[in-house]
């Protein structure tokens, strides 16, 4: 399966050592998961997306993008292929507008549902579908649902996208696991515009943290708050990082039970709960 990354933050920082450096960085996974990567980040609110089909630990390209890659908004994966073949357009994250989106997981027998699941996405977005995987079309059903709430391209809150995500995974189930004998589908997803981030542990593991011990930078950095380095108080960060596995160093990690979601939006206000639930209650961490 994949592996993700996603970073949101008060400041811009670089995140070469998640990416190349660190315990579980994904340069190192891709060892295990060497059928392409992307990296997504946000310049004045606009996404800027590199994505390659060659092993991210080999591409001298992921090491250059990795090294300059300094933004409030990043998301990054690498890819072990399950459906769809070795293609760009089916290379993760996947970008319409402002929208950027990764999966890690599958759909079983996709060519079985793909159509079912074709015909949830709008009309005027199907032509956008470009790749064969099932990401691509969860991404544009998920698209769908949150053109509900407004144009897709405005400012869209955390509890729209928290809504439209649920009910995306929701629709997603009923179509692919009543199928007998079939696996269910795999459905972690993350997903942001550059200042909504959302993430869903939805059958593969996802880590989350949103303070360190002790940050390095705490000396010189003017942005340094109480929840840099203890469990937010007033439900305001001033980062959040999300991961396949824990990294190492300095953060506080927390591993997001399944079935459940956790999102920033452009305040830097944290939620967390069971998707499909009426209220997302801020969660109480150790």
Same mark, same amino acid.
Request: net charge negative; hydrophobic share 40%; aromatic share 8%.
């Given at each position: 399966?994949?592996?993700?990354?996603?970073?949101?933050? @008060?400041?811009?920082?670089?995140?070469?050592?998640?990416?190349?450096?660190?315990?579980?960085?994904? %340069?190192?996974?891709?060892?295990?998961?060497?059928?392409?990567?992307?990296? &997504?980040?946000? *310049?004045?609110?606009?996404?800027? !997306?590199? =994505?390659?089909?060659?092993?991210?630990?080999?591409?001298?390209?992921?090491?250059?993008?990795?090294?300059? @890659?300094?933004?409030?908004? *990043?998301? &990054?994966?690498?890819?072990?292929?399950?459906?769809?073949? #070795?293609?760009?357009?089916?290379? $993760?994250?996947?970008?319409?507008?402002?929208?950027?989106?990764?999966?890690?997981?599958?759909?079983?027998?996709?060519?079985?549902?793909?159509?079912?699941?074709?015909?949830? *996405?709008?009309?005027? /977005?199907?032509?956008?579908? !470009?790749?064969?995987?099932?990401?691509? @079309?969860?991404?544009?059903?998920?698209?769908?649902?949150?053109?509900?709430?407004?144009?897709?391209? =405005?400012?869209?809150?955390?509890?729209?996208?928290?809504? &439209?995500?649920?009910?995306?995974? &929701?629709?997603?189930?009923?179509?692919?696991?009543?199928?007998?004998?079939?696996? =269910?589908?795999?459905?972690?997803? !993350? /997903?942001?515009?550059?200042?909504?981030?959302?993430?869903?542990? %939805? %059958? =593969?593991?996802?880590?989350?943290?949103?303070?360190?011990?002790?940050?390095?930078?705490?000396?010189? +950095?003017?942005?340094?708050?109480?929840? +840099?380095?203890?469990?937010?108080?007033?439900?305001?960060?001033? $980062? #959040?990082? @999300?991961?396949?596995?824990? /990294?190492?160093?300095?953060?506080?990690?927390?591993? #997001?039970?399944?079935?459940?979601?956790?999102?920033?939006?452009?305040?830097?206000?944290?939620?967390? %709960?069971?998707?499909?639930?009426?209220?997302?209650? /801020?969660?109480?961490?150790?």
């Amino acid at each position: 399966m994949c592996r993700l990354f996603g970073f949101r933050s @008060v400041i811009p920082s670089m995140v070469h050592r998640s990416l190349l450096d660190a315990d579980n960085a994904l %340069g190192v996974q891709s060892e295990r998961h060497p059928d392409g990567w992307g990296v &997504a980040y946000y *310049v004045d609110q606009t996404p800027h !997306l590199t =994505k390659s089909t060659s092993t991210a630990l080999d591409d001298h390209l992921f090491r250059r993008v990795s090294g300059v @890659v300094s933004s409030e908004t *990043v998301i &990054a994966h690498i890819r072990k292929a399950t459906v769809g073949d #070795l293609s760009v357009l089916n290379a $993760h994250p996947f970008q319409y507008g402002r929208w950027v989106f990764a999966h890690n997981g599958d759909i079983p027998e996709f060519g079985d549902v793909r159509e079912a699941l074709m015909q949830e *996405v709008a009309p005027r /977005l199907r032509r956008f579908v !470009l790749g064969d995987t099932d990401s691509e @079309v969860i991404f544009f059903m998920f698209l769908s649902e949150l053109q509900r709430y407004g144009e897709l391209n =405005k400012n869209i809150g955390l509890d729209e996208a928290f809504a &439209a995500v649920s009910a995306t995974l &929701a629709r997603v189930r009923q179509i692919c696991d009543a199928r007998p004998g079939v696996a =269910k589908a795999l459905v972690t997803v !993350l /997903l942001t515009n550059g200042s909504t981030m959302v993430a869903v542990q %939805g %059958g =593969k593991s996802l880590f989350w943290s949103t303070y360190k011990t002790r940050c390095s930078d705490r000396d010189s +950095c003017q942005s340094l708050a109480l929840e +840099c380095e203890a469990p937010t108080q007033t439900g305001f960060v001033n $980062h #959040l990082i @999300v991961s396949s596995e824990p /990294l190492g160093g300095e953060n506080v990690w927390h591993e #997001l039970p399944e079935h459940h979601a956790v999102g920033i939006d452009w305040r830097m206000r944290l939620l967390s %709960g069971r998707i499909g639930a009426h209220s997302l209650a /801020l969660p109480v961490v150790a």
